[in-house]
Each structure stands twice: as C-alpha cells, then as structure tokens.
C-alpha cells in the first residue's frame, strides 16, 4: 500500500517536474514551429499562416496578394521579402522568429497574434510586446 502511494506522488513529482520545466527559462521560438521558407519548412500550416498573415498586411498598403495555398514557392518568398524590406528586417525570404513576430503582432488577429492559431505554426518569441510598432507599411 506505501508503495503504490509512494509511486503515485512520485509519478505526480516527475509529471509536475516536467511541466514547470518545459515551460520555464527564456523565450524562445515556439516549440514545433519551425522556420518556413527555402530549405525549410515547404507546405503545410506554417506556410498558410504566413501566406495568410502577409497577404493581411499587403491587402491593407495596396500590395497584391498571392495565393493561400500552403505551398511555399518564389511568389511566397517575394512577399515575405517584401514585408521584411519594409520593417527594415534582413531581407532573406525566410520566416524565422524576427519575422514570425512581426506576422503575428501586426497580421489578423484572428489568426495572429498570442493566442491566434498561427501563433502555434510559425516560430516566434514574441518580443514585440511593449516596442514601438510602426502603424504603416509603406
């Protein structure tokens, strides 16, 4: 009997260990989220949600949109170089943390930001919280 209580709090200590652990220490790219972009991630809901986000963005300066078709391709990769040249961001067309968390903090809410869908596929490590962000892109 003092065995198997022991095994069960034991079992609830490991379980607790590894949920405090998991989630504590410096943010850091949401785990699973990987990069989308040339060598990267190619298809899929990470390639949507940066389709989706920059296509919000674009749609609001004026800026054509390209196809949601969760497919990266040279389309997609244009658009994402464009929206890093107009936020002054390394121009490389690969959707990394910097670029993530600008996608998520300006994108559609809906589908961006913290708590949004595409906050779980496309990596970030939400930094922007409390910086200036510009209103325009253009």
Known sequence: MLKKIAAKVGLSLGVAALVVGGTGGPAA???GAGYVGDGYANSGAGVWCAQKLVNDL???VGQAEIAQDSQW??????????LQQRLGLKADGI???????????????????????CYWNLPSDWRLAGMYVPTRLS
């Open 73 to 82: 391709g040279p389309q997609t990769k244009a658009q994402i170089v464009w």
């Open 58 to 60: 674009a749609r609001k």
């Open 95 to 117: 959707v990394g943390p910097e670029t993530g968390n600008w996608l998520l903090y300006l994108g559609d809410q809906y589908y961006g930001g913290k708590n949004g869908y």
């Open 29 to 31: 790219a949401v785990e």
